[in-house]
């Protein structure tokens, strides 16, 4: 059977939540004022509540409001500690919350009885298996642990003890990796396509292997790849010898140049294939491959 949402009544119990939780903010005020109301009263020998009857209600109020209003929050909180593995907080919630349960339910029977049978109220502390004064040190004891409780509202240690592990693993160096096992985890069409794409930085005396390449071109971070690839580029267009130069060191370093040679070997095998064409085909950028024919246009008449 499925469940049966109302959506008048979520509202409705949303603002009630809302009610309860403003209350259990406001509680610690009047239980502020409840105390030191309290310790003027002893301080003066009963002149600010003993003898003032206005100020004994309003004091009856307001802890009434703060301790009883506090229930259904309490509660509550025990069980979001609990989630979040907060077990301080979620000890000292669970025994406040069966306190105030306790006191709550004792009180409730008291006022039960004497209304119930008429009776006037030391009559009815007759019919309770509590003491007043066990009751009263339970009450008070509760005014402590809501102050208590409050302020551990804003403390969570969880958190910071999370962010000061968290910090070393993201200062992590990256793990290296020899060129031999990437080479051999990497499927041959993607190593050649890797050391197309590798800027060439080869000379007669020190060549560079492709797996050197092809490490470099993976490990390196984004900003160091576009900054290769600009460097590349630009070594690329260096080493173009000028018009009419069949020998020499930069024809040597021309003949080693692998976007030069791939593009050469497809013109000789399709001599009507297009610029775009032999772009898609080798995947290049058509700059590239422009740049490269007309080259091979200047050195076709010798």
């Known amino acids: 059977m499925h469940d049966i ?3 008048s009544i979520e509202k ?7 009610l309860f939780e403003l209350l259990s903010s406001l509680a610690i005020l009047l239980l502020a004022f409840g105390l030191i109301a309290s310790m003027a009263n002893v301080l003066t020998e009963g002149s600010v509540l003993s003898d003032n009857l206005t100020m004994q209600r309003i004091w009856a ?5 703060a301790i009883d209003a506090s229930v259904a929050g309490t509660i509550l909180r025990t069980f979001q500690y609990a989630g979040n593995h907060e077990w301080i907080k979620t000890t000292l919630s669970a025994l406040l919350s069966g306190f105030l349960l306790f006191t709550a339910a004792i009180v409730s029977n008291i006022e039960a009885l004497q209304q119930t049978l008429n009776v006037a109220l030391n009559v009815a502390y007759a019919h309770v298996f509590v003491p007043v004064e066990v009751l009263i040190w339970i009450r008070s004891l509760c005014i402590v642990l809501l102050i208590v409780a409050h302020a551990l509202r804003h403390v ?5 003890t999370a962010r000061t592990r968290s910090t070393p693993v ?38 560079l292997t492709i797996e050197e390449g092809l490490s470099s071109a993976l490990l390196a971070s984004p900003s160091e790849q576009v900054e290769q690839s600009e460097q590349g580029e630009h070594d ?11 020998s020499g060191p930069e024809e040597v370093k021309l003949s080693m140049n692998t976007n030069y040679q791939r593009i050469r070997g497809y013109r000789r095998d399709h001599p009507t294939a297009k610029v775009r064409e032999i772009a898609r085909a080798l995947a290049l950028s058509t700059s590239t491959v ?12 010798s």
């Open 61 to 65: 109020w307001t802890q009434c409001v």
């Open 290 to 301: 422009s740049k490269w024919i007309k080259h091979l246009n200047t050195q076709a008449p």
């Open 170 to 207: 993201a200062e992590q160096s990256r793990p290296s990796v020899r060129p031999e096992q990437i080479a051999a985890r990497t499927p041959a069409a993607v190593r050649e396509q890797v050391a197309a794409r590798t800027p060439a930085t080869v000379t007669a005396e020190q060549p």
């Open 236 to 246: 690329q267009s260096v080493r173009i010898p000028p018009p009419g130069a069949n």
């Open 156 to 160: 969570h240690p969880e958190q910071a």
């Open 5 to 7: 949402h109302f959506a």
């Open 12 to 18: 409705l119990d949303t603002a009630i939540l809302y």
